[in-house]
């Protein structure tokens, strides 16, 4: 151990007369363990609702989406060929489109239909599976020409609809009569209904199968986009690109990262404003390092000079005081983030906060993130680190004969 280490622990461990000292000290490091462990778990919030936004969008919508300029286009079986041969994509399956009426003995309300195939694509509605889709959105038996549909949560509720009871869907795209024109209509019974946790989703969307759909449209054939899931979710932007060689330029692509650039847009400022916010709480400890280290150096004046007339350097004395404020933050720091893990693990396994219905989660999603962890205890470091330069360097600058002379 060096004498500057030596030295900075045996000021650390000694009694001083001011007991003042102590307790600025102990606040110090009370405050630098508030703050980090503050940050840590408001950070893994943010992080974990992120998260969840980005899994229940991705659990109704494709990653990517493959679309025309003219809107609603032929569908080519062997475009869905072509692009599944793109390194990254897992699959692949047309989608239509359409908007339409839903008619109930009890009420009725606009609605938002996609139609699908269940036997292509993947994840098309959130909690789903293939085998799911194919049985609720066929015929519901092979004597009947009723076949299936799916309605959300809010819209089953806002038209009284119940899992077994026929609707009437009503497409604007009807056909020219000598009475006019006559709204397109279909009998369906409600098979399934879903729930995504997001109000402008469960409020709106009904699925039916992609024949279905087209029937109503009267979209002989047609389909408005082609859906798209990759392997890498966050390999889009690079998927987009080879998806672009394989289709003509009447298309065009979209990706989940730029359909809800405003949202993910906003997550990230909030989490960057937190972090700032949050630091404030840090930069307040390490005024209290500072001021604990200015008395201290007051308070070893004697001392100072006494090493000074020894042969200790300037530098020697800086770094006495640096070392006692970085063991003041390096203690506050370790805390902080331990705490900061352990309550965010709480948090994730027990959920024992509860979130009103006013929000999309039931409870506080958590989601650590080691990376975010490192950046907040470094940060925590270098702030630390900066509150010592200025009392270290006045303690280095010290006369020593006026310092035994007052001292």
Known sequence: MTFEFFIAFRYLRAKRKEGFISLITFLSIFGVTLGVMA???VIAVMSGAETDFRKRILGLEPHILIMNYSGKFEYDSGIIRSIDTVDGVSSSAPILYEQAMIRTASGF????VRGIDPRMGSSLIKDFSADDLEEKLGKINPE????GIILGKDLARSIGAVIGEKIILVSPKGIVSPLGPLPSMKRFQVTGIFESGWYEYDSILAYVHLGDAQSVAKARNQVSAIGVWVEDVFDVKRVKTDILRHVDTSFYIRDWMDINQSLFSALKLEKTAMFIILTLIIFVAAFNIASTLI???????KDIAVLKAMGATGSHIRKIFMIQGMF???IGTISGTVLG?????LLKKY???ELPEAYPFSTLPVQLEMFDVAIISISALLICFL?????SYKASRMNTVEALRYG
Request: aromatic share 6%; with cysteine.
């Open 39 to 41: 940050l840590v778990i």
């Open 109 to 112: 309300s606009g609605a938002m």
């Open 144 to 147: 009947s020409s009723v076949h």
């Open 295 to 301: 008395m201290m150096v007051m308070e070893k004046t």
């Open 328 to 330: 003041i933050g390096i």
């Open 341 to 345: 893990i352990i309550s965010c693990i």
């Open 351 to 353: 959920k024992f906060i």
């Open 387 to 391: 509150s010592t330069l200025y009392p």
